[in-house]
């Protein structure tokens, strides 16, 4: 049977990291990771050195992209609020005020027209399956997707206003300085 895979191409998602460095290759399984996980399993995953993997987690734990649980033996998970700031920042950086203004605009539009449809003030307020009961052109299928959808609008209009907030404040710290 051929090679399905292209040489140019991307690696299997098995092999996602294999043509990076080892910082990546750790990195990379730092990302994927979702429960505390030893050094040497990371180093096993990311195809290096235990001692190599605990030298790099080291490193990302002082720079706050992972968290470093101390016991025997410790454990290494990523931070997720490392990166909810760094998105933050890039939304900042690459966005003017006004830009970032319109999207919050747009997304507490999108809020109010969920609040309304389904007549509460959040997604985890809604019983999904009762609703789509009830409903005669709605499946559960499609309020599930709603309710997933507004979520998400929800945690993207934090974003953009925390952005905007501090773009304002950079702004306002540079007309004044």
Same mark, same amino acid.
């Given at each position: 049977?051929?090679?399905s895979e292209?040489?140019d191409?991307p690696?299997s998602?098995?092999? @996602?990291?294999?043509?990076?460095?080892?910082?990546?290759r750790i990195y990379?399984?730092?990302?994927?990771t979702?429960?505390?996980?030893?050094?040497?399993?990371?180093?096993?995953?990311?195809?290096c050195?235990?001692k190599?993997a605990?030298?790099?987690?080291?490193?990302?734990?002082?720079?706050?992209?992972?968290? /470093?649980?101390?016991?025997?033996?410790?454990t290494y998970?990523?931070?997720d609020?490392?990166?909810?700031? /760094?998105?933050?920042?890039?939304?900042?950086a690459?966005?003017?005020v006004?830009?970032l203004?319109?999207?919050?605009?747009?997304?507490?539009?999108?809020?109010?027209?969920?609040?309304?449809?389904?007549?509460?003030p959040?997604?985890?307020?809604?019983d @999904?399956?009762?609703?789509?009961e009830?409903s005669?052109?709605?499946?559960?299928?499609?309020v599930?997707?709603d309710?997933g959808?507004?979520?998400?609008a929800?945690?993207?209009?934090?974003r953009?206003?925390?952005?905007?907030?501090?773009?304002?404040?950079?702004?306002?710290?540079?007309?004044?300085?």
């Amino acid at each position: 049977m051929p090679n399905s895979e292209s040489p140019d191409g991307p690696p299997s998602f098995e092999d @996602a990291f294999r043509g990076d460095d080892v910082e990546q290759r750790i990195y990379g399984t730092i990302l994927q990771t979702r429960e505390p996980t030893t050094a040497s399993a990371i180093a096993n995953v990311s195809d290096c050195d235990p001692k190599t993997a605990r030298k790099y987690l080291g490193w990302f734990s002082e720079l706050g992209i992972v968290t /470093r649980h101390d016991g025997h033996p410790a454990t290494y998970e990523r931070n997720d609020a490392y990166f909810e700031w /760094r998105r933050i920042n890039q939304l900042a950086a690459d966005h003017s005020v006004e830009d970032l203004q319109q999207r919050v605009r747009e997304l507490s539009s999108r809020i109010e027209e969920y609040e309304d449809t389904y007549g509460a003030p959040t997604p985890a307020a809604v019983d @999904a399956v009762a609703t789509a009961e009830s409903s005669d052109d709605r499946t559960i299928d499609d309020v599930y997707g709603d309710l997933g959808d507004w979520a998400t609008a929800r945690d993207e209009r934090t974003r953009y206003e925390r952005a905007r907030q501090q773009r304002a404040s950079t702004e306002t710290e540079q007309v004044s300085g």
